[in-house]
């Protein structure tokens, strides 16, 4: 076998000039036969090594263990930007040395999901070679109930298998993201709720494992569907309604990432023991001590400072008579401060426990003309419609779409859900 992986690389070499046009690298299995026409007359078994760098050593330590002595990756020219010095422990370089020669030929090391690096020796000198590695998309659809949390029904319902434990988390945290415009999953969800997602997974020619992106997704949160779809225009990718309205609204559901709220905070609001000792007009969230907290929205902030029993409050200006309130916070991002422009989702503050505060918390308040108003409830409106230009494909991609989400044959199978016990286990938000 291994006589012929060197025979497949140097015929990969001749040819990466020619596909490197056409995007796509030509990358033969070892199982595949291989043209006899591409073979050389004489092919010299080569001997394959895997060595890892381990916690404090250098790349040249790692160089030398494995026969090469005064080799500085450091010095060679490189396709892309690579800094031997600032390398993970752990990763994996593999070496190829023909039988012939006494030291490997070849260094080769991942530095990214997407590409590996080749060092060649040919006679004294090193060439350094950026190979893309290929992963193939293959879509995937899972449904469920949402009895507790998003993660844990995106959990029940994905095999290990099919998606690791930190991908699950991963895409549930995308499909929040989704949904910041509309839901805000550490409150909303109700007995009865329901999900459908259809989603990437992503299987590289090494047979790497990975989650690629959501594609559309249905919520049915208290008997209310919310479709998404994604979308690609102009370069860059957003999610629609049905009917082609942008999910994006002038304000977020919550001012704190889903993603940031660790599992014990989220189970705080089953024992909601904050704050109502006081009249309250605001949404607690709680979450560790020094939680990024964001603009819900575009604005100016009107104060930044100590205010009574709110501790550190920021409070911020937007459009419409509305203002947005921001308690407890342990401190402010930088710059700001009264007359300041924020946009949505920038960092303004921390969540902390300034104040009248029992534990670290943010108090978020939505006013409207000087009225608090429920966050979660008040209407934002329809999103932006997709551009008239763009309309007939968002409707295509749309459609597309709707199949893969509704359609029992076509979309991949989910797998069998995961032991109940090992789900307990792994509760996150
Ligand atoms: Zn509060």
Same mark, same amino acid.
């Given at each position: $076998? ?5 025979? %497949? ?7 990466? &000039? ?23 007359? %004489? &092919? ?14 250098? %790349? ?34 593999? /070496?190829?040395?023909?039988? *012939? ?46 009895? !507790? ?71 049915? $949160?208290?008997?209310?569907?919310? *479709?998404?779809?994604? @979308? ?10 049905? *009917? #082609? ?5 002038? /304000? ?13 905070? +989220?189970?705080?609001? @089953? ?15 709680? +979450? ?18 100590? &205010? ?36 949505? #989702? ?9 104040? =009248? ?11 409207? !003309? #000087? ?17 008239? #230009? ?14 893969? =989400? ?24």
């Amino acid at each position: $076998m291994r006589p012929v992986r060197l025979v %497949v690389g140097a015929v990969v070499v001749g040819a990466a &000039a020619t596909f490197a046009a056409m995007g796509r690298w030509p990358r033969l299995r070892a199982s595949e036969p291989l043209p006899v026409a591409a073979r050389p007359v %004489v &092919a010299v078994p080569v001997t394959e090594t895997v060595d890892t760098l381990d916690r404090g050593e250098t %790349v040249s330590d790692l160089l030398a263990r494995n026969g090469i002595a005064h080799l500085d990756l450091s010095r060679l020219d490189s396709p892309v930007p690579f800094d031997p010095r600032r390398l993970r422990p752990g990763l994996v370089f593999s /070496f190829r040395r023909p039988d *012939t020669a006494s030291a490997p030929t070849e260094i080769s090391v991942r530095t990214s999901p997407e590409q590996r690096l080749l060092f060649r020796r040919s006679g004294e000198q090193w060439n350094t070679v950026a190979e893309p590695i290929a992963w193939k998309a293959q879509t995937v659809r899972i449904q469920g109930g949402i009895d !507790n949390s998003l993660y844990e029904a995106l959990d029940a319902q994905v095999s290990d298998e099919q998606l690791d434990g930190a991908d699950r988390q991963r895409l549930a945290w995308d499909l929040a993201d989704v949904y910041a415009w509309q839901v805000d999953f550490t409150r909303d969800i109700q007995p009865g709720d329901r999900f459908r997602v259809v989603f990437e997974r992503l299987e590289s020619e090494d047979g790497e494992v990975r989650f690629g992106r959501v594609l559309a997704a249905d919520l049915t $949160m208290s008997g209310k569907s919310l *479709t998404a779809f994604r @979308f690609e225009s102009d370069g860059h990718s957003a999610f629609y309604d049905g *009917t #082609g309205n942008s999910l994006r609204r002038a /304000f977020l559901r919550a001012p704190v990432q889903f993603r940031r709220i660790s599992s014990s905070f +989220a189970r705080a609001r @089953f024992h909601p023991v904050l704050g109502i000792t006081r009249r309250h007009e605001g949404t607690d969230y709680a +979450a560790a001590p020094g939680t990024p907290v964001m603009a819900a929205g575009d604005g100016v902030v009107l104060r930044a400072g100590r &205010a009574g029993g709110y501790g550190n409050l920021i409070e911020l200006r937007h459009r419409n008579g509305i203002t947005t309130r921001y308690g407890h916070l342990r401190g402010f991002a930088r710059g700001i401060h009264a007359g300041a422009r924020v946009e949505q #989702g920038q960092t303004i503050g921390y969540v902390g426990s300034t104040g =009248l505060a029992t534990g670290p918390h943010l108090h978020y308040e939505f006013r409207v !003309n #000087g009225v608090a108003r429920d966050s979660r409830r008040v209407e934002l409106g329809n999103g932006a419609p997709i551009r008239d #230009g763009l309309r007939a494909g968002f409707q295509a991609e749309r459609d597309r779409l709707l199949v893969l =989400l509704h359609t029992e044959a076509p979309a991949a199978v989910a797998a069998a859900p995961a032991p109940a016990a090992e789900t307990q286990a792994r509760w996150l938000p």
